[in-house]
């Protein structure tokens, strides 16, 4: 598997057209991995892209890591990584909680992105999640539940293995490491101004039956160069709609 | 056991063991201890492969075939529905396909 160390830490990632002339970089969510750019959305950009997904610590098949879940670590994280790559400034996406990593990297390192695409970036100060990760030592059905209820119950049934692997990543992330607490220090990252301050031209992509799709209008709102884009879908729009989806990013990518 | 093999002609049997040693691998012994692991076996019903498994899985496939076996590629065209039905002789033809045309 393709590693690199990244602040001290072991990271996936892969790598689809390397010669591409211009690079996008794809961050996943919380509790997700690359994979779910990796098999439809990332080879259609990769036509015309070179493109860099990875695992964020913790996640997927990178190293587990008991602190810095906070997004200013994770948006450091990205920028070790584009300079292991010797990358100046890539074109960035983020799902979800990767959403709010690519937002702060924006805030924290301008320089460094042209372009952002934002799928389903929740607003952090929904208290739900976090006592979902709280109560999760007493009631862990709950938040199968909550995850569930969010997608319309429209991913895929799991069976015993996946269930058993996917309590294994959630014991980890909810009791052993830091990432309540990180995300809890997190809750007014949607005021305050400085997301107001992202002139990237930036593309919102929101499913339109999403629990989140307030916050889209809310950043749509708040970040004047940017684009809302409305799929059918909820929460997990680019399971749902990964071709639509692959196609927004290329189109906007490519303008 | 991820070495590459590229000229060679290598028949859907020893694909297979092939294949079901990455498999092995990738999820453990144990659980195919459980399963009898054979051609008609699918990914994601039988085997209860998740997504971040069939990248580690199609990475050694590549590396022991040849990066030509382009299984992102190939994925891409397939709906979540077919993904979800690929059995073992889907990717064995798939290589056979890629090898040939190489």
Known sequence: MPIIKVNGKNVHFQ???????????????????????????????AARFRVILYDLKGHGLSEKAPEGYDLTSMAEDLIALMDSFQLRMVHLTGYSYGALIALKAAILYPVRFKKLAIIEAPNPCDEEPLEMIS???????????????????SLQAKGKRRSAKDNRLHD???????????MHLERSFFYGGS??????????????????????????YKMTNSRLV???GDHAVPVQQPIETALCLERFFCK | ?????????????????????????????????DI?????????????????????????VRSHFGQHIDFPGWLSGMDIDQMIQLKIHDIIKFIQQCRSSK
């Open chain 1, 195 to 220: 997301i107001n301050g992202i002139l990237h031209k930036t593309l919102l992509i929101y499913g339109q039956g999403s629990d989140c799709l307030a916050d889209g209008y809310a950043l749509s």
């Open chain 1, 15 to 45: 790598e689809l057209n390397p010669d591409g002339t211009e690079t996008v970089f794809m961050l996943h969510g919380m509790l997700g991995n690359l994979a779910i750019f990796y098999f439809q959305i990332a080879p259609l950009l």
């Open chain 2, 36 to 60: 009898g692991i054979t051609e008609d076996t699918s990914f994601s019903k039988d085997l209860e492969m998740d997504s971040i498994e069939l990248v580690a899985f199609s990475e050694k």
């Open chain 1, 135 to 153: 109560a999760y030592k007493y009631n862990k059905e709950a938040l199968s539940e909550y995850v569930s209820s969010r997608t319309n119950g």
């Open chain 1, 230 to 232: 409305l799929l059918e």
């Open chain 2, 1 to 33: 056991m991820d070495t590459l093999i590229q000229n060679e002609s290598i028949d859907d049997k020893e694909i297979f063991i092939i294949l079901k040693q990455f498999i092995s691998e990738v999820i453990g012994e144990e659980f195919l201890e």
């Open chain 1, 172 to 182: 980890f992330l909810f009791t052993e490491t830091s990432i309540r607490e990180d």
